[in-house]
């Protein structure tokens, strides 16, 4: 397990990296650096970090038959990426203890915490704004401004197997890395 974790890290740092290679060479080609490749089962287009739970992990296209919670933290649809105006980015995940849990400590947010998108090199900083309970049935009801952007996360209870929490965020800054 702590090899798969330090593998996943590296991958992640790996893409961070090329995200700030891109933003300093966008009117340059991009040279081709002696680094050892680092493979991946999984081709990121983003990576989530929510510093409160000491959560780091990749995202991968909508489209990508990786994009499950099987195996990663999921998009649902619709959702748009943090590019576009006003939209709403929605994540899913697991708790529990599978390996495949990565929201297992989701339900320690509290308002005011962070979550951050990296994406298309710039950097989305969301913030807690609402924690909710509902039963899980199979949908989530999500209570947004329209004119924000928002990234919702979701996943079920820990405590209570009939509930799911759904926790709203809202975009405080963006910065280009």
């Known amino acids: 397990m702590y090899e798969k974790k330090q593998k996943e890290n590296e991958i992640i740092d790996q893409f961070l990296e090329e995200q700030k290679i891109v933003q300093n060479d966008t009117n340059e080609e991009i040279k081709q650096e002696e680094t050892k490749e680092i493979e991946s089962e999984y081709d990121y287009i983003a990576v989530l970090e929510i510093p409160a739970i000491d959560l780091r992990k990749g995202i991968v296209d909508v489209n990508s038959a990786y994009n499950d919670i099987s195996y990663n933290v999921e998009i649902i649809n619709p959702s748009d990426m943090p590019d576009i105006p006003n939209t709403n980015l929605i994540l899913a ?72 929490i759904v926790i709203i965020c809202n975009l405080i800054r963006a910065d280009k890395l």
């Open 93 to 164: 995940s697991h708790s529990g203890s599978s390996r495949v849990s990565f929201f297992k400590h989701l339900n320690r947010l509290n308002k005011g915490d962070l979550a951050i998108i990296y994406y298309k090199n710039v950097k989305y900083t969301y913030e807690v704004n609402s924690i909710e309970n509902e039963e899980k049935n199979g949908t989530i009801t999500i209570r947004r401004s329209n004119n924000k952007n928002t990234l919702t996360l979701t996943t079920c209870s820990p405590t209570d197997k009939t509930k799911q």
